[in-house]
């Protein structure tokens, strides 16, 4: 399958087209950003790790029932996908108390939630991705009931595997962001999961295990990564 015209060139990822009009290959980059884009850099091999990590996720999300964009791994940095048009939604799952939830309500992190919290942000950078609820995703027609009902239904299942994967590789699951996508009228899982769009915190030591090392420059992230891919592929 070869890459043609570039379609897309997010702040991790450029996204091309192929000769079938169904199918795009992902490309990932090693550069990050944060605090919608105003700190940049790179993590080096970050591009190859989360390719890897969330064509492994995927792939295991399928077989429990989670439609998704992955379609093969081509290489260490590319991916073939189903082409979709992303919902301007990011749905947030939290387990445990941080980042902006902690800031937001002035709870600890670390703190344990009474119940599981999913919460949408509207993907609009001018915006600053705000937080926002179903009754405002219907009114500006992004979604449907129906779409969100099973973007909800399908969050949560991505959220009791991803608990439990994590878990094996001794990786404690506090919070993760996911986008879903519209092919052929359905609802599929899409971009990906990887330490750049979840919170992992090792569970013996409560270090932090993802992005939050390269937003706060906690220093040691590219090894992070790297340590965070080495366990997840040793522990699949
Ligand atoms: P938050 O606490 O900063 O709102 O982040 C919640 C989760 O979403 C966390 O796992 C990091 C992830 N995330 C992204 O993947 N992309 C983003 O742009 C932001 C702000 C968070």
Not at 92 to 121: C, D, H, M, W
Not at 124 to 146: F, K, M, S, V, Y
Not at 158 to 163: A, G, H, R
């Amino acid at each position: 399958m070869q890459k043609l015209e570039q379609l897309y060139e997010g702040k991790a990822k450029k996204v091309f087209k192929t000769d079938d009009p169904k199918l795009y290959i992902v490309d990932y980059k090693d550069d990050a950003t944060a605090f919608n884009g105003e700190k940049k850099g790179t993590i080096a091999s970050k591009g190859v790790v989360n390719n890897k990590m969330s064509a492994i996720i995927f792939k295991q999300l399928e077989e429990r029932g989670v439609p998704t964009h992955l379609v093969k791994l081509l290489s260490d940095r590319e991916t073939l996908v189903k082409a979709v048009r992303i919902l301007p939604l990011e749905v947030i799952i939290r387990n445990v108390a941080a980042g902006s939830f902690s800031q937001r309500y002035g709870v600890e992190e670390g703190t344990e939630l009474a119940k599981t919290v999913l919460e949408f942000s509207y993907k609009n950078d001018a915006l600053g991705d705000p937080l926002i609820n179903d009754d405002h995703i219907l009114a500006l027609r992004l979604a449907t009931q129906e779409q969100l009902d099973t973007v909800r239904k399908y969050a949560f299942m991505v959220n009791d595997f991803l608990k439990e994967f994590f878990l094996k590789s001794d990786l404690r699951l506090i919070d993760f962001k996911i986008e879903f996508g519209e092919c052929d009228g359905e609802i599929i899982l899409a971009d990906e999961i990887s330490p750049d769009t979840c919170r992992l915190w090792d569970v013996h030591t409560g270090e932090k295990m993802d992005k939050d090392r390269f937003r706060r420059d906690l220093g040691n992230v590219e090894e992070t990564y790297r340590e965070v891919l080495k366990r997840v592929e040793e522990h699949q």
